[in-house]
């Protein structure tokens, strides 16, 4: 139901009489024209592998809730717990009105948990980007980074004002050009600094970053080495600690970042590394000081997830998510599946929404993800399977699958 309010506002952008209106009318109708236009779908439901849209139910294969956590009851009743302890809202920015102790029972569970020595957390990942590149980088220095990483990172690099190299993505030849282009520019300056950016698996193509051979050219060449582990943390590694520690070069990364809202069922980001590092951050990192602290409540749930995570209820969906992550992919007869990220590259925008729209006419929810977030003509479908799908839930995408591809031949 309209309010007044709400119509009082309607008239007042009827009223605008510059071209504010028409010019942003305009944009969005060339995004339309190119297939880019963007809208938001309501859910009525939580975030399970099951989605109530308007009163229909539909098969989810779009979330990040790898581990089946973000409906999880003891995750809930810690989020609720939390705000009868400690209420609704954290007041202020942990550094103007005290630090809840629900972010410092976090960052010490997170610390141990990435075998760091402290941990600090951000309101979002993306700002744990923003902030920790843009307090460790300046003008004078560099930043390179994969041409595939996510959107948070290529904003912080811009954002730090360092000189930004792109660097193929995953291509270590290119890497080490591009570190010795910076090695001669740093020859005449040992002060400027350099940092390698990567994800340790890629958001939108799903595949892994060759960290070791990355950690051994950023020491062979005097850089630091930044990780982005969003969709690792919680999935990869015997513990879900990461692709980082599952290959054993953690302790060899300055900067591990992560997402408490993917795997982890909760929200927001940090920063795990040394004791230095993270009281830098406290000091420096500008999304950390200028910000109100996150709800307790979302402190208090990534908690309890990463206890889960850390367990044998842990242990237990990670097997049953890679048993699924394995039938998936036979069952799409893909040859490289390196995770439970999986893209099904259609390249062009029109038909990538062509056929998320058969998908969702057989009650399955896969997103069509286009430009800006992939490449021009890299569009494609990106289906994420979690812990809690079952094997009818992995026949019927396929079956969907196989007739959206009829329906783009026909
Ligand atoms: C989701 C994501 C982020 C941002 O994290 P949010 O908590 O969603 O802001 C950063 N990096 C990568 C690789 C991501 O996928």
């Given at each position: 139901m309209?309010?007044?309010?709400?119509?009082?506002?309607?008239?007042?952008?009827?009223?605008?009489?510059?071209?504010?209106e028409p010019e942003l009318k305009e944009?969005?109708?060339?995004?339309?024209?190119?297939?880019?236009?963007?809208?938001?779908?309501?859910?009525?439901?939580?975030?399970?592998?099951?989605?109530?849209?308007?009163?229909?139910?539909?098969?989810?294969?779009?979330?990040?809730?790898?581990?089946?956590?973000?409906?999880?009851?003891?995750?809930?009743?810690?989020?609720?717990?939390?705000?009868?302890?400690?209420?609704?809202?954290?007041?202020?920015?942990?550094?103007?009105?005290?630090?809840?102790?629900?972010?410092h029972d976090l960052e010490e569970k997170l610390a141990a948990f990435k075998k760091a020595e402290a941990a600090l957390t951000f309101s979002t990942g993306y700002a744990a980007a923003l902030g920790a590149v843009t307090a460790l980088l300046g003008p004078d220095d560099f930043?390179?980074?994969?041409?595939?990483?996510?959107?948070?990172?290529?904003?912080?690099?811009k954002l730090s004002d360092a000189k930004l190299r792109v660097f193929a993505h995953n291509d270590l030849n290119d890497l080490e050009d591009k570190l010795k282009w910076v090695a001669a520019q740093r020859a005449q300056n040992s002060k400027r600094n350099a940092l390698i950016i990567t994800e340790s698996i890629f958001s939108m193509d799903g595949d892994l970053a060759p960290l070791k051979e990355i950690v051994e050219l950023k020491d062979r060449f005097n850089a630091w080495l930044m990780v982005d582990e969003a969709h690792a943390t919680g999935v990869f590694g015997n513990t879900g600690r990461g692709l980082a520690d599952q290959i054993g070069v953690n302790h060899r990364i300055e900067v591990q970042m992560g997402t408490l809202g993917k795997a982890l069922g909760a929200?927001?980001?940090?920063?795990?590394?040394?004791?230095?590092?993270?009281?830098?951050?406290?000091?420096?990192?500008?999304?950390?000081?200028?910000?109100?602290?996150?709800?307790?409540?979302?402190a208090a749930a990534a908690s309890a997830a990463l206890e889960i995570v850390d367990s044998a209820d842990g242990t237990a969906r990670r097997k049953t998510l890679w048993n699924n992550v394995a039938a998936l992919k036979m069952q799409l007869n893909l040859k490289s599946v390196s995770g439970p990220i999986i893209?099904?590259?259609?390249?062009?925008?029109?038909?990538?929404?062509?056929?998320?729209?058969?998908?969702?006419?057989?009650?399955?929810?896969?997103?069509?993800?286009?430009?800006?977030?992939?490449?021009?003509?890299?569009?494609?479908?990106?289906?994420?399977?979690?812990?809690?799908?079952n094997e009818q839930d992995i026949s019927a995408l396929a079956e969907s699958w196989n007739a959206a591809q009829r329906d783009l031949i026909s």
């Open positions: 309209r309010t007044k309010n709400f119509e009082h506002d309607n008239r007042i952008s009827a009223r605008l009489q510059n071209h504010f944009r969005l109708g060339e995004l339309r024209a190119q297939g880019l236009y963007r809208e938001l779908r309501r859910v009525d439901s939580p975030q399970t592998p099951n989605l109530e849209i308007a009163g229909r139910t539909f098969l989810n294969f779009s979330s990040n809730d790898y581990l089946g956590l973000a409906n999880e009851p003891s995750i809930k009743h810690a989020a609720i717990k939390a705000v009868e302890q400690f209420g609704a809202s954290a007041g202020a920015s942990r550094l103007i009105c005290g630090s809840l102790a629900p972010f930043v390179l980074i994969d041409k595939l990483v996510h959107a948070s990172l290529i904003d912080a690099a929200s927001g980001g940090f920063i795990a590394g040394s004791r230095t590092l993270i009281d830098y951050l406290i000091n420096r990192a500008r999304s950390f000081v200028f910000s109100t602290a996150p709800v307790p409540a979302s893209p099904l590259i259609l390249g062009d925008e029109t038909k990538a929404l062509a056929a998320a729209a058969t998908f969702f006419d057989r009650g399955i929810y896969v997103p069509a993800i286009r430009y800006p977030t992939v490449r021009r003509g890299a569009a494609r479908l990106r289906v994420t399977i979690t812990a809690a799908h």
